[in-house]
């Protein structure tokens, strides 16, 4: 047992190592740093291609409400011009022609091509809405361009 007042000797601090320096860094991590960097910069360039390769596919998508026949031709047409050489699309004089393209019913297409140039071309509601639900399916289907 220890006698009163006696102290216990200040233990010696151990030599410790300085602390280890973040810079300058191997050069293995400066390599890894840049082709990280690289591959980042390779993928949001690849992204803003895509979405402006994709810009007549969100201009396409906000004209799907047309409420005539002639504008829902005019639409098919403006989108296979996208997806097909001009000279084809061309040759696509009819709108039987042009409709063949598309997945429409074929109740649907035998009236827009009925109604196509004739003073009577309005549709009703629910024949537009789901003319504009087929050719929605279609636009999100095609390939990207």
């Known amino acids: 047992m220890l006698a009163k007042g006696f102290n216990t000797p200040e233990l010696a601090h151990p030599a410790l190592p300085a602390a280890a320096s973040?810079?300058?860094?191997p050069a293995g991590w400066?390599?890894?740093?840049v082709i990280v960097l690289l591959i980042i910069f390779?993928?949001?360039?690849?992204?803003?291609?895509?979405?402006?390769r994709n810009r007549w596919r969100r201009e396409a998508r906000k004209q799907l409400t047309q409420q005539q026949v002639d504008g829902w031709i005019i639409?098919?047409?403006?989108?296979?011009l996208v997806q097909h050489p001009r000279a084809r699309v061309s040759q696509?004089?009819?709108p039987e022609q042009i409709l063949a393209q598309t997945p429409l019913d074929e109740e649907l297409r035998t009236l827009l091509c009925r109604r196509y140039c004739?003073?009577?071309n309005q549709l009703?509601?629910?024949?537009?809405q789901r003319i504009a639900t087929q050719l929605r399916h279609w636009l999100e289907t095609l390939p990207h361009v």
């Open 42 to 52: 390779i993928v949001l360039l690849n992204m803003l291609a895509r979405f402006r």
């Open 118 to 120: 004739q003073p009577d």
């Open 92 to 94: 696509w004089q009819s």
């Open 22 to 25: 973040w810079f300058p860094l």
């Open 124 to 128: 009703e509601s629910p024949i537009n």
């Open 75 to 80: 639409w098919v047409k403006r989108v296979l």
């Open 30 to 33: 400066t390599v890894l740093g």
